[in-house]
């Protein structure tokens, strides 16, 4: 079982460079890698209102007003910046 998995690594790698050879392809990737940086980035995710903590995001869920409270406090403040 060992030898097969160094082996599907092995062509995995391979099928990886010689896709990653064509410069277009270089360039989605990329893309992609840097847009699944920006949607993991907290900030991101407080700019959205989306709550990076689980305690906040399931009392919203369950209709508290804390978490929005402060989302709406969070944007005045920004837009008096």
Do not use: C, W
Request: overall charge neutral; hydrophobic content about 35%; aromatic content about 8%.
């Amino acid at each position: 079982m060992g030898k097969l998995t160094k082996l599907a690594g092995a062509a995995g790698l391979v099928a990886g460079a010689a896709y990653l050879t064509k410069e277009e392809n270089r360039r989605k990737v990329k893309k992609q890698i840097d847009e699944a940086i920006r949607v993991f980035n907290p900030d991101y995710k407080k700019e959205l209102g989306k709550p990076a903590d689980i305690d906040d995001a399931e009392m919203v869920s369950e209709g508290a007003m804390t978490s929005v409270q402060y989302y709406n406090q969070y944007q005045e403040d920004k837009s008096q910046q």
